[in-house]
Nanobody, 120 residues
Framework: QVRLKESGGGLVQAGGSLRLSCVAS????????MGWFRQAPGKGREFVAA????????YYADSVKGRFTISRDNAKNTVWLQVNSLEPEDTAVYYC?????????????WGQGTQVTVSS
């Protein structure tokens, strides 16, 4: 089983940037699609972005296109989410996820999450 651990969250002003990281343990990391979800206070968990095992194909939620970038390095068992031009509406717990398709349905494994708070 692959275990996921996120880091990089924090408090940032609107317009700022963060780089979220997710490190996976387990020897089969490179065969999976990796993704990010987020959950804002009082709301359900929503899809943000996903990337194929090769890194050649990515998929984003409309709300983050052009502002967020997902990338991965299989040699480091790491996937990143670069989040730019942050808005207060981006405030949420961000979760790393492991799946088998770009729609991330189903999700096979979740991380514990990292908090991102954007102040106005």
């Amino acid at each position: 089983q692959v275990r996921l651990k996120e880091s990089g969250g924090g408090l940032v002003q609107a317009g700022g940037s963060l780089r979220l990281s997710c490190v996976a343990s387990g020897r089969t990391f490179s065969t999976y699609v990796m993704g990010w979800f987020r959950q804002a206070p009082g709301k359900g968990r929503e899809f943000v972005a996903a990337i194929t095992w090769s890194g050649y194909s990515t998929y984003y939620a409309d709300s983050v296109k052009g502002r967020f970038t997902i990338s991965r390095d299989n040699a480091k068992n790491t996937v990143w989410l670069q989040v730019n031009s942050l808005e207060p509406e981006d405030t949420a717990v961000y979760y790393c996820a492991l799946g088998t398709n770009l729609r991330m349905n189903p999700v096979n494994s979740w991380g514990q999450g990292t908090q991102v708070t954007v102040s106005s």
